[in-house]
């Protein structure tokens, strides 16, 4: 933002030609293409530079970076509503200019918006160089304070907010010396190495283990015969 942004919104409206330098900016944030085309149409002829977004929550991004004079919000628009966006845009600071626009509809809505957010005007949709030249007036006039500040949270408690970085929540451990002080050398650990079996030796076992599932089976079955008679006592 220029800093005299009063003087400069002033001589726009009375000089056909500006440097682009020296130019106010304006932000248009409204999500209908027509009533954007519209706004930017008007605000041409007065020499400003012309901003358009179509997202309250994009709105306040760009008004941090732009940091225009003025902006011309629409208050039914997505993610953030324009009551909404205007809060922030003033909580965040700068000099910037709000002007609401909304259809006939949200009239109330628009009224206490304008005096919750410390709008310099609101406009009724669809606007027309005539409408505005009879806000502009109000527009050059000095900015009123927002009261709906002190109750943004309790308006919007749901919206998110931006916690400041604090740093570290823990210190910082301090850093161990390298080699430890009295610390000698490790000593070597006997190498483990586990016995090798050939395969002359498992196929022993195997056989052992054959030989001896043979003969449990042959008692069993011995066992069997004599019971039933077959074999001689």
């Not at 006939?104 to 027309?128: C, E, T, Y």
């Not at 109750?151 to 400041?164: G, K």
Request: glycine share 8%; hydrophobic share 45%.
């Amino acid at each position: 933002m220029s800093p005299h942004p009063l003087p400069n919104l002033i001589r726009m409206g009375l000089v056909t030609e500006v440097n682009d330098d020296a130019a106010p900016t304006v932000l248009i944030v409204d999500n209908n293409p027509m009533s954007s085309m519209r706004l930017s149409n008007l605000f041409k002829p007065r020499n400003f530079n012309v901003e358009v977004c179509d997202d309250g929550d994009k709105a306040v991004d760009e008004y941090i970076r732009l940091d225009p004079e003025l902006v011309v919000l629409s208050l039914d628009i997505p993610s953030l509503d324009g009551h909404l966006a205007a809060l922030e845009m003033r909580e965040h600071g700068g000099e910037g200019r709000i002007v609401f626009v909304a259809p006939a509809r949200m009239a109330d809505i628009a009224h206490n918006a304008a005096f919750s957010a410390g709008a310099v005007a609101w406009l009724q949709k669809p606007i027309s160089g005539e409408s505005l030249e009879a806000v502009w007036p109000q527009v050059l006039g000095p900015i009123p304070g927002a009261p709906g500040l002190e109750d943004l949270d309790e308006l919007y408690p749901d919206r998110v907010q931006i916690e400041v970085d604090e740093g570290p929540l823990l210190p910082a451990l301090p850093g161990l010396p390298l080699p430890l002080p009295g610390a000698g050398p490790l000593p070597e650990l006997p190498v483990v190495v586990p016995p090798t079996v050939t395969v002359e030796e498992t196929k022993k076992k195997g056989k052992g283990k054959l030989v001896l599932l043979l003969v449990v089976i042959a008692s069993a079955v011995g066992g069997v015969a004599y019971a039933l008679g077959m074999l001689p006592v």
